[in-house]
Every structure is written in structure tokens, then in C-alpha cells.
């Protein structure tokens, strides 16, 4: 059991992060304030400081004078939030005080965190705010959501929120040039069209020739070319709002990569296991990882780590986002308001990237064989297609009684289709482009059908889909494949849709001037169909001669399947002043399960999980309102924790594993998503902002965090020194009986959870002054340090998977001009140039692969100019 100590010791904790102050044209002292910063995290407009919740808030005078532009720069700014990689939904996407969600081969799990734009329910975050350009303000919730917000969330959420129409025009042109050549241009214009009508269009493009640099064949990786389109139209009475927003995002750039960590073995012909190492006597550099560094061995224990590759082909990015939204309100009368949203998306990315990460290509003599040495070529690419629409209705009553009560009553209902798709090519097998009747032809067999009846009564399937619907399994059979195009050796696909339907009542109670109590209720019922679990492969065989032959395989769930439950949270506020809040909350949260892989071995469904989150808080301007300071701890108590894990069926390891290959099986180990009891998060996080002087402003946060996970045991990719088992099956290439070693689970009870830093700071300097002489305006210099503790990449906590700690500085010197018209700034980014560690994901314990990860950008600098005429 780990301690409380220091959980406990840290007393009460901060989460706010705003701090633009406002001075005199005298600079007068007396005249310095905190800019109070407006949020809606209850359904009302409040005071962040009168908010019941840990948050962070961001105003757009916030975001523009911190440069943030991307997620990573949010992630930096806002304790307990960590993003990963999205583009191939591997690890664990967003997370919050360590709950994420592995999208990843995952069939259909609801996300830990969720994203909003405008008040609408975002399934990705992809598009959602490109650039982060024009948007009012930028809020992320930690603990449960689901009593107020639309789309319940277990472990927090993101609000977006664009800037609306006005009745006076306004025009900003944003236009930013960085040494790694690239260039965002963003333009926003708008104002009325007749007294009651207004319109806003926000316009960007974004592009780049590379960040991360390939010393290979291939282009260079992270080369945006980004498009932004988003009207508004807004109707506007006395009573009434209606506002329509249409967005759309088109990047057909290059995206970044996963680079290697570890060095490749190319001293062994074998790995581990006996299996052909692909990367034997390959005597290019892996340019991540420092040169002789011991294969398996992370990067950063040998040395400072590069953002680069050294691939031989060039990554391909197509990816598109369109929404439609509509906010409407109206006033009933002055103690009722009626509000609705709707939301409508279509989002589509896809990522086609090299899957051997080498440069090594085929000689001019033989094209299986590599060009720098005597062994077979490996020459492999991956796609990953990632496909949802939705759309979601909320409606919601408000009331404003003159009276001790009010409160919000709503229902929401929301609909999805989605969609992941991962083909993947390997160009080097020696069938891969022939026809399965030429090859045929030159065997005992004759014909592609006489093979295929022998495979199919050799491993006991089917040769057809009437076939497999006979045999009780449908969807799976072999086949004989057309053409000789066979690159394509595997599509697997994962297709479903769900559906939410959910009622909630809040309502708040003062009880006198320094006492408020509140309480929430939420029934969400949640339907999940998974139309499509399954693809397609080819193979092959060399007892067959060689003859390429396919396999459609599908796994999918046809029944539809339905979770509910009630959840809520209750609250005591008190205000020892106006100037302060002291708060105690207990909330519950949830989310649905999902699908499992077929297998009496392993739960048909994933059970949906929940927990209890205590939290305290203190809130409130000090010292003559020069310094504010928000807190709060908290402690969550899981039930039914979903964590994907594996399982050794019962008898060990001569059980068969049943399933479509159970008799091939080279391991009787089984993937797949449980519950597990027993998990506990608890942390603290301290917020300020102080004004020193006119001119000096400190502000910043300190996260602190830890968790243990229940009873769990899980094999550990990668792991140095595996546990070996013994199981027999039958050789899938050979199709006679063999035995082979695999690695057994380890125990995990008790570890962390990945992605939880236990400490997490940022403090940022700002120094404000006036220009004098013919020059005028104001200068404001501004740094920001942030600093992110060890994680742990995986369950197992092993040395070897830890992700060192990292820290960032940002400095920025901004100039504006006397009509508050112009602003101009020079900045650096990272200026130490420190690469952290982001993800770190074993591709594979058994195929010699090194472990590949995601890295933060190195140092760049660059100039961003803003206009905003007085229009």
C-alpha cells in the first residue's frame, strides 16, 4: 500500500491558470487587477472562483499572451492533463489525473475525457480548434462530469468556446513564421447585418516542410498543410439568441511519427524466441537513440534522444472534420430560460506511415533480399483510417428565481457511427505478386480450389460463407484470392454504433449569505451495436507450395448490447467573505462498457465502470486582491476499473484457446478489456497568481498525483527478463504440431497507473512596461517553465518503461503599439531544446521489433504579428 503522506502534506491544492492584469496609462499601482476570468461549467456564467469544481480557464487575451497553439501547449499549462498520440488511437489518447481511454484495437469504449466545442459533445479532438485561434476561452474540468454537461465523462473534460458574433465589427489578422518553416495565417472578421442579425468568418491556413526530420529515402514527418473554413450567423433579441456555426478542416500534410527508442539487434539472425530478425546486419543509424546503445534498451538511459528517422518511405495524411451546430436560448420570462443545442459531425483521418522504421531497401540483384546485405528485406507500410459521424440534441430549462432555489433540468440524447480501419502491406513476401492459379499450377495440386479443399479440411473451416454459416461461423472462411496484388496482407476493421439517451436535474439551495448547498442526479442509458469486428489476410503456406490464399475473418457481436446508470454529486459551499469560497464535493461517475473478443475464456462484454470522488476545495483573492490562489484535493475510489489487459485460460499451458486460429495459436495468451476491483487515484493541486507590481506578475501550479491498481496480472511487452511458459500447438505455416515458448503475465497489483506524473509544475514570469521615446506602445517580457515528473509508459512500472522526467521554457517579448492596434512577438519555444518522451509503446515482444514512442517537439523560435484595427 503506498503512503497518504504525501497527499495528505500538500494540505489544499490550485486549479486555475489565468492571469492577464490590467494597468493604468500612468501606470499607477492601485490600478493593477486580476482579470476575472467568466466560465460555464455549471450551465450559468460564474466566476471561476465561485465554481464548486477543479478547473482551469484560459480567456483569449490568456492564450494569445502564452502562445498556445496546440494541445501540447495546453497540456503544459493545466495540472492532470496529458495528451498522446491520435493519430493511430495508440496508448491512451487524453488523459486525465491518469484515466484515459485505449482506443487502439479497442472495440467501441466510451472516452474517459470529453471534448466540447461551443457546448457540443466532440467524439475526437481532432479539428475541434485548430491553432486555437479565435476562441474566446478554453476550460478543462477535472473529476466527474455528467449532472450539468451533455455527454457524461469519468475523468474530466475540454471546452472549447469560439468567439461569437457582436453587434460592433471587429477584424484580427494572425500571421506566425518559425525557423522550422512553418507558417500559420488566420484571418476573422465580422460585425452586424442588421440590427438584430450578425455574422463572424474565421478563416486558417497552417503549413510546414517538416519539423521532424528523416535522414531516409523518405519526406520528412509533421508537415502540416492545414485548412480552416468557420462561419457564424447570430439572431439576437431581448429574449432570444440563435447562433450558427459551420466548420470544416481539410490537412492533406504529412503528420508526425513514432520514432524508434531502443536500438535495433543486428548482431543475432534470431530474436528471443527463434523468430527471424528482420533487422539482422542492417548498419543504418536509428538517429532517435544514441549511437551504441544496447539493443532494448531505452534511448534516454544512453543519452540524449532525437526527434528523427531514417525511413525509406514517406508518411501520407489525409484527413477531413465538418460540423454543424446550433445554440439557441430564450428567455421565457424573467425567472425561466430555455435552451437548446444541437450538433452534427462528420470527421474522417487517416495516417499511412512505414511500419519497418528502416531505410533499408531492396538490392538490384534480387527484391527480397536487402541492398547492404545478404538477408531477406523487410519492407513494411501501415495505414490507420479513423472514421465518425454524430450528432446530439440538448435541451435544457434554467431557472432564475428571486428566491433560495434555482435549477437546471435537460435531457440530451446523442448518436454515433465509427469506424478503424488498419490495412497493412509488407512488400517482400515472395507471393505477394503472383496469381494464385499460376503458383497453383506448378504444384501437386493443380488448381487453386484442390489447395484450398485441403487447407480447409486440414484446419477444420470453411471455404465459403454458406459454409460458414453452416458450421456456426459466420463470417469466417478461406478463399482463394484473385489478382496478384497481395501487398495487402491484412485489413482488420473494427465498425459500431451506439447511442445515449440522458435525463438530469440540478438545483442549488442558499441557505444564507455564507451558505450554499447543491446536489445533481443523471440516468444515462447507453446502446452499443458492433456491426463489424473482423477483415481479412492472406498467407502464403509452404505446405501448399506457396499458393497465396486469404481468410475473411470477423469477431463481431450481432446482438446489441445496453448499460445504464445513476449517478450524481452533492455539494457544500461556504464563503467566509466575498472574496473567498471553501468548498466540500461527492461525486460519482460513469462509463459504459463495451465488446470483448470472442472467447469462452474471457467476459462476452465489458462491464461499465464507476467511482466516487471526494474532493475539498478553497477559492479566493488575497492580499488586497493582488494574489489568487484556488485548491483542491481529492481522492477516487474506483469500481469495476476497465484496463486492458491478457489471460491464461484455466489449466494452463496445454489448454486450447478457442477461437477462429485456436489450434495455430503460437501463445495461449488472450487480449482483451476487464474489470478489475480495488483502484484508488488521490492528488492536490495549487494554483496562483500574484501581482507583484506594476510591472512583475508570477504565476503558475503545482500538480501532485498517485494512484495503485487493483488485483490485475497482464504480460509485459518487452520486458527484459520474461517468465517463459510452454504450449503446444500447431505451425501455421507447416501445419504439424510444435511447441513454442511465450511470455507469462505479471503481477500488477498495486502499481501506478500510466500517465500519472506524481509531480507537475509550471511557473510563469511576466515584466510589463511602457515604451517611451517615438517608438511608444508597451513591452511585456514573459517565461514559462514547466516541468513534468516520471511516468510510467505501462501497468508493469518496470525501470525500463518509465518515461523520464522532462522540462520546457518558453520565452516570448511582445510589443504593442500605442493604439493597441499592432502586436508583434519574438519567441522561442523549448529553448533548452530538452525532447520528452510523450508515449512509449512495445510494438512486439515476440518479432525483434525495438520500442517506438512519441516525442515533443525540439527548440523552435519565430516572429507572430496580430492586427486589430479600430474598425
Same mark, same amino acid.
Given at each position: ?760 509544475? +509550471? ?8 515604451? $517611451?521615446?517615438?517608438?511608444? %506602445?508597451? !513591452?511585456? @517580457?514573459? =517565461? #514559462? ?6 511516468? +510510467? ?8 518503461? $518509465?518515461?523520464?522526467?522532462? %522540462?520546457? !521554457?518558453? @520565452?516570448? =517579448? #511582445? ?25 512509449? @509503446? ?28 479600430? @474598425?
Amino acid at each position: 500500500m503506498k503512503k497518504f503522506l504525501p497527499f495528505v502534506s500538500l494540505g489544499l491544492a490550485f486549479s486555475l491558470t489565468g492571469f492577464p492584469v490590467a494597468n493604468s496609462a500612468d501606470g499607477e499601482e492601485d490600478n493593477a487587477y486580476i482579470e476575472e476570468v467568466i466560465v460555464t461549467a455549471e450551465k450559468r456564467s460564474e466566476n471561476l472562483l465561485d465554481v464548486p469544481v477543479t478547473m482551469t480557464a484560459f480567456s483569449s487575451q490568456m492564450i494569445e499572451e502564452l502562445g498556445m497553439t496546440n494541445q501540447d501547449d495546453l497540456e503544459q499549462m493545466v495540472p492532470g492533463l496529458q495528451f498522446q498520440d491520435e493519430g493511430e488511437q495508440s496508448g491512451q489518447g487524453t488523459s486525465i489525473r491518469g484515466i484515459g481511454t485505449r482506443l487502439h484495437g479497442e472495440t467501441h469504449p466510451d472516452l474517459a475525457v470529453a471534448t466540447y466545442i461551443d457546448g457540443i459533445y466532440s467524439l475526437g479532438i481532432y479539428g475541434v480548434a485548430p491553432n486555437m485561434f479565435d476562441l474566446e476561452r478554453v476550460e478543462v474540468a477535472r473529476g466527474p462530469q455528467g449532472t450539468l454537461n451533455g455527454r457524461n465523462s469519468i475523468a474530466g473534460s475540454i471546452s472549447y468556446y469560439s468567439t461569437k458574433p457582436t453587434d460592433e465589427w471587429d477584424l484580427l489578422v494572425h500571421t506566425e513564421f518559425t525557423n522550422q518553416f512553418t507558417q500559420r495565417y488566420g484571418v476573422a472578421f465580422g460585425g452586424p447585418i442588421t440590427e438584430n442579425i450578425s455574422f463572424r468568418i474565421n478563416g486558417s491556413y497552417y503549413e510546414g516542410d517538416g519539423a521532424q526530420k528523416n535522414i531516409g529515402f523518405g519526406e520528412d514527418f509533421d508537415a502540416p498543410d492545414q485548412k480552416f473554413f468557420a462561419p457564424q450567423l447570430r439572431f439576437k433579441t431581448d429574449r432570444m439568441d440563435l447562433n450558427l456555426r459551420y466548420t470544416k478542416l481539410n490537412d492533406d500534410g504529412i503528420p508526425r511519427t513514432q520514432v524508434h527508442l531502443t536500438n535495433f539487434d543486428i548482431t543475432s539472425a534470431t530474436d528471443f524466441l527463434g523468430n527471424p530478425n528482420a533487422h539482422y546486419l542492417w548498419e543504418g543509424p536509428v538517429p532517435s537513440v544514441p549511437a551504441g546503445c544496447p539493443p532494448r534498451t531505452p534511448g534516454w538511459q544512453c543519452g540524449d534522444i532525437k526527434n528523427e528517422l531514417n525511413v525509406n518511405r514517406s508518411a501520407v495524411g489525409g484527413s477531413t472534420a465538418e460540423r454543424a451546430s446550433i445554440a439557441f436560448s430564450f428567455d421565457i420570462n424573467d425567472s425561466f430560460t430555455l435552451r437548446y443545442n444541437y450538433g452534427d459531425t462528420d470527421n474522417f483521418s487517416q495516417v499511412t506511415r512505414d511500419r519497418d522504421l528502416t531505410n533499408r531497401v531492396a538490392s538490384a540483384d534480387d527484391p527480397l533480399l536487402a541492398s547492404d546485405a545478404p538477408v531477406p528485406l523487410r519492407d513494411e507500410m501501415y495505414q490507420t483510417d479513423y472514421a465518425y459521424t454524430e450528432s446530439s440534441h440538448e435541451l435544457q430549462l434554467v431557472s432564475n428565481l428571486d428566491g433560495n432555489f434555482n435549477f437546471i433540468v435537460g435531457a440530451f440524447t446523442y448518436e454515433n457511427t465509427s469506424e478503424w480501419i488498419v490495412p497493412s502491406f509488407v512488400f517482400t513476401n515472395s507471393w505477394s505478386n503472383s496469381f494464385a492459379e499460376d503458383v497453383a499450377a506448378t504444384t501437386s495440386f493443380g488448381t487453386c480450389a484442390n489447395a484450398l479443399a485441403f487447407l480447409t479440411m486440414i484446419f477444420g473451416a470453411a471455404s465459403s460463407a454458406a459454409e460458414a454459416e453452416e458450421m456456426g461461423v459466420p463470417g469466417n472462411y478461406w478463399y482463394c484470392p484473385e489478382g496478384n496484388d497481395h501487398n495487402q496482407w491484412l485489413s482488420f476493421e473494427s465498425k459500431g454504433a451506439s447511442d445515449t439517451d440522458a435525463y438530469f436535474i440540478n438545483g442549488d439551495y442558499q441557505v444564507n449569505d455564507q451558505w450554499l448547498v447543491s446536489g445533481g442526479l443523471r440516468y444515462t442509458e447507453d446502446n452499443k451495436v458492433q456491426t463489424f469486428n473482423g477483415g481479412f489476410a492472406k498467407f502464403g503456406f509452404g505446405f501448399i507450395g506457396g499458393i497465396p490464399m486469404g481468410i475473411m475473418f470477423d469477431d463481431s457481436d450481432p446482438n446489441p448490447r445496453a448499460w445504464d446508470k445513476t449517478i450524481g454529486h452533492i455539494s457544500a459551499e461556504y464563503s467566509p467573505n466575498q472574496d473567498q469560497l471553501i468548498y466540500g464535493r461527492l461525486s460519482t461517475g460513469y462509463r459504459a462498457g463495451s465488446f470483448n473478443p470472442k472467447s469462452d475464456a474471457v467476459p462476452t462484454l465489458v462491464k461499465e465502470e464507476t467511482l466516487v470522488n471526494y474532493e475539498l476545495g478553497w477559492k479566493g483573492m488575497f492580499m488586497d486582491g493582488r494574489l489568487r490562489l484556488t485548491s483542491g484535493v481529492f481522492y477516487n475510489d474506483f469500481e469495476d476499473y476497465q484496463i486492458t489487459g491478457s489471460i491464461e485460460p484455466q489449466g494452463g499451458g496445454d489448454s486450447g484457446v478457442d477461437g477462429l486460429f485456436s489450434q495455430f495459436t503460437a501463445t495461449p495468451i488472450l487480449e482483451f478489456t476487464d474489470n478489475i476491483k480495488g483502484t484508488k487515484i488521490w492528488g492536490a493541486e495549487v494554483d496562483f497568481i500574484y501581482q507583484v507590481d506594476e510591472h512583475w506578475r508570477l504565476s503558475g501550479f503545482y500538480a501532485y498525483l498517485d494512484s495503485e491498481i487493483g488485483p490485475h496480472k497482464a504480460v509485459v511487452q518487452g520486458e527484459v527478463n520474461p517468465q517463459i511458459g510452454l504450449w503446444n500447438h500447431i505451425d501455421f505455416n507447416t501445419g504439424q504440431p510444435t511447441t513454442s515458448e511465450y511470455v507469462l503475465p505479471t503481477d500488477m497489483t498495486g502499481n501506478q497507473l500510466p500517465m500519472q506524473p506524481n509531480h507537475k509544475f +509550471a511557473l510563469t514570469a511576466t515584466y510589463e512596461t511602457p515604451f $517611451t521615446g517615438a517608438i511608444g %506602445g508597451n !513591452l511585456q @517580457l514573459l =517565461g #514559462t517553465y514547466s516541468w513534468i515528473d516520471d511516468r +510510467a509508459s505501462d501497468l508493469s512500472n518496470f525501470d525500463i518503461s $518509465t518515461l523520464p522526467s522532462y %522540462g520546457r !521554457l518558453d @520565452l516570448r =517579448g #511582445t510589443w504593442t503599439s500605442p493604439e493597441e492596434t499592432i502586436t508583434a512577438t519574438l519567441f522561442v519555444q523549448n529553448a533548452f531544446d530538452e525532447i520528452g518522451v510523450i508515449e512509449f @509503446l512495445h510494438q512486439s515482444t515476440n518479432a525483434g521489433n525495438p520500442a517506438s514512442g512519441t516525442l515533443t517537439d525540439g527548440r523552435s523560435f519565430g516572429l507572430e504579428i496580430r492586427w486589430r484595427p479600430n @474598425l
